[in-house]
T-cell receptor, first 109, second 113 residues
Framework: KNEVEQSPQNLTAQEGEFITINCSYS?????LHWLQQHPGGGIVSLFM???GKKKHGRLIATINIQEKHSSLHITASHPRDSAVYIC???????????FGTGTRLQVFP | DADVTQTPRNRITKTGKRIMLECSQT?????MYWYRQDPGLGLRLIYY???????NKGEISDGYSVSRQAQAKFSLSLESAIPNQTALYFC????????????FGPGTRLTVT
């Protein structure tokens, strides 16, 4: 079983829909990262959080440490949001990042 | 200009050849990392370096070596490339311990035939 599980693996949406991507993990962590990978391959960091909730524009990330679960929400989705979204956790003991396999999101006009 | 650059961006090479992937950063970070990405798998750590004199193996270091020539430069070598090293390779930096956010290069797509 992977230490970081994301769901769903693939997601399609119509423009304007509210999107939720989930991440569950099984190790003790010091932080959780949400990353975005565009079709060209480059990876950018969206959020790093260790508790509660963060918001940036139309993106919201939440984490529940007790339940070992995080969600990434996209409000009013747009075709430019089409990308792979990757959850990664920083292992508390090793200080290394463990990555999920990603969620591929396609938003259609 | 990008803060983390990788060269080459694409490379096709033959089995048995030696190849070097280079990474440079202008962020002034001490920590640098090499990851590989394969379809259906999460990124996996190959090597990481906390400073010029501190280089460590990651989870999949076999078949790879690295060199940290300066704070800004971290190179990954495949001594004798094999087809299952075909993958997308990413360099990343971090300014840990002040912040653990990672900054990724654009990636190098390597194909070994």
């Amino acid at each position: 079983k992977n230490e970081v599980e994301q769901s769903p693996q693939n997601l399609t949406a119509q423009e304007g829909e509210f999107i939720t991507i989930n991440c569950s993990y099984s190790v003790g962590i010091s932080a959780l990262h949400w990353l975005q990978q565009h079709p060209g391959g480059g990876i950018v960091s969206l959020f790093m959080l260790s508790s509660g909730k963060k918001k940036h524009g139309r993106l919201i990330a939440t984490i529940n440490i007790q339940e070992k679960h995080s969600s990434l929400h996209i409000t009013a989705s747009h075709p430019r949001d089409s990308a792979v979204y990757i959850c990664a956790v920083r292992d508390y003991n090793t200080d290394k990042l463990i990555f999920g396999t990603g969620t591929r999101l396609q938003v259609f006009p | 200009d990008a803060d983390v650059t990788q060269t080459p961006r694409n490379r096709i090479t033959k089995t048995g050849k030696r190849i070097m992937l280079e990474c440079s950063q202008t962020k002034g970070h001490d920590r640098m990392y090499w990851y590989r990405q394969d379809p259906g798998l999460g990124l996996r750590l190959i090597y990481y370096s906390f400073d010029v004199k501190d280089i460590n193996k990651g989870e999949i270091s076999d078949g790879y070596s690295v060199s940290r020539q300066a704070q800004a430069k971290f190179s990954l070598s495949l001594e004798s490339a094999i087809p299952n090293q075909t993958a997308l390779y990413f360099c990343a930096t971090s300014d840990a311990p002040s912040s653990y956010e990672q900054y990724f290069g654009p990636g190098t797509r390597l194909t070994v035939t």
